[in-house]
């Protein structure tokens, strides 16, 4: 890792994000030389700590601690924490009751969930927690052997992580300082490949990041069209990263992408070494639990719980990501015990088929409804249906009758259509529930269409899993 970079670009230009993170890095080296039974008995301290912090100084934690008759004394890392799980809905609803008070309001910094197919969610860490997480994501970066200040192209589909219009100082830190540009992908047509292309040609990036299916994309259009440079690390996020694609993804670059695991809402906590066994979740940041939940043909399906050891300001304890995976039973060649899991089954998404042969990514529009829904009142959950090239159906959940539903279905369609670039033919139903995937994620896009015939759909579209229970 780049000393000059994490000791004083970084620092500098994004001290809110990166304050004192040379101290942070050294905290998680340390962490990482000690034995196994020095990391576990150091990730039960962690634990206990926040646990007594959160039943100190948040109400709702408070009474679902003395409910369940627990103390963080009690704490076994042989058996699940007796406590309720956290879902979204409890954030919804109980927003205020689940900040802690001993963090002044200054000293916290509001985020929100990524929305697929439920109103996103406001959220907030304190300071110091946007900043540990930014020090465990650039070890995970390095993990794979990308370094802070090394050459890379990030594939995104997030806008709102974008500067959409940079000032210069801003593009001197990103493009020249840190070596970094990010190429947006709300649509993945020919002609947004070949820009890329030729962005990635003149680049000619170490790194490679992006999202999985675009990403996929991406390395079928450069199969097609020749490719002059190679990457020396690939890195997919953000979506599932099927076998099929992970597959190909090798044979166009010649090298094994790696796999990071995170959210909006505990942050970057997974990735893959280089061995590529599955996904290892640091110990240092966070404490999972697999809750088994059913049986597929890769064996148990387990609801990822999370407890964020690093957030002090709205403590997550025992957090439902909303993601399902499998585990191995096999150890990691690299002889860490991390928590490993084999698989992540969740965020099933697909995309919108275009006339032109182009896909608008789910995970795209799924950024499009955060940015929509921010301060909806009416609608709680969504659907998207592709019928035909023309036609798109939308299903809806309502959470409270009134004008605004109107006003907000009418959002939707338009911000849809946007993405599209062309005014779909829209249906709407109005149902009590959306049905989840056997896999127990719900799908905010599903295409009835057959996969165009081009060189880079294909890999847009999802690997459905099955699961039975």
């Known amino acids: 890792m780049s000393w000059l970079h994490t000791h004083l670009v970084m620092p500098l230009a994004e001290s809110d994000r990166y304050a004192g993170l040379p101290a942070r890095l050294r905290s998680i080296r340390r962490f990482e030389r000690m034995s196994e039974k020095e990391q576990r008995n150091e990730q039960k301290l962690r634990l206990q700590r926040l646990l007594q912090h959160a039943y100190d ?5 408070r009474q679902q601690f003395d409910q369940a008759g627990f103390r963080a004394s009690d ?4 058996r699940p924490l007796p406590l309720p799980v ?7 609803n109980a927003a205020a009751l689940l900040l802690s008070t001993a963090c002044k309001l200054d000293n916290l910094r509001m985020a929100a969930s990524s929305g697929t197919t439920s109103t996103p969610i406001t959220f907030y860490r304190d300071v110091d927690s946007v900043r540990d997480k930014g020090a465990l994501k650039l070890t995970l970066d390095g993990w794979s052997g990308f370094k802070a200040g090394d050459s890379v192209m990030m594939l995104w ?3 709102r992580d974008l500067a959409m219009e940079p000032n210069w100082r801003w593009r001197l830190y990103e493009e020249v300082l840190m070596r970094q540009t990010a190429a947006p992908c709300g649509i993945i047509n020919e002609e947004i490949l070949e820009r890329f292309r030729l962005r990635y040609e003149k680049q000619r990036p170490k790194v490679l990041y992006g999202y999985s299916t675009v990403l996929a994309a991406f390395a079928s259009y450069l199969q097609e069209r020749g490719m002059r440079h190679r990457p020396e690390i690939v890195i997919a996020t953000a979506e599932v990263l099927s076998d099929q694609n992970r597959r190909f993804l090798q044979s166009v670059f010649g090298i094994k992408p790696f796999i990071y695991y995170g959210s909006r809402d505990v942050g970057m906590i997974g990735a893959e070494c280089p061995e590529h066994e599955g996904l290892h979740f640091h110990p240092w940041g966070s404490y999972v639990e697999f809750d088994p939940i059913g049986q597929s043909p890769d064996g148990t399906v387990y609801r990822l719980l999370v407890t964020d050891l690093l957030n002090y300001g709205q403590p997550f304890i025992r957090y439902d990501t909303g ?9 990691c060649s690299c002889g860490s015990w991390f928590p490993l899991v084999r698989q992540i089954l969740g965020r099933v998404a697909d995309g919108i088929v275009l006339a032109d042969g182009g896909i608008v990514p789910g995970v795209t529009i799924g950024c499009q409804m955060t940015s929509l829904r921010q301060n909806f009142r009416a609608i709680s959950q969504v659907q998207v249906v592709q019928k035909s090239h023309q036609h798109l159906h939308l299903r809806y959940v309502l959470k409270e009758s009134g004008t605004a539903e109107s006003q907000e279905l009418e959002s939707i369609c338009d911000g849809i259509d946007a993405l599209t670039q062309h005014r779909m033919q829209w249906t709407l139903e109005k149902v009590a529930d959306i ?8 799908r905010l896009c599903i295409s009835e269409m057959q ?8 890999p847009l579209q999802s690997e459905k899993q099955s699961v039975s229970f």
């Open 157 to 159: 589909g997030a806008h």
């Open 86 to 92: 956290l879902t979204r809905d409890h954030l919804r």
């Open 451 to 458: 996969t165009p015939i081009s060189a880079y759909a294909p």
């Open 75 to 78: 704490v076994s890392m042989n």
């Open 57 to 61: 100084t948040v109400p709702y934690y």
């Open 435 to 442: 049905p989840r995937e056997v896999s127990g994620k719900l």
């Open 323 to 331: 993601d399902c995976v499998t585990l191995t039973e096999q150890s």
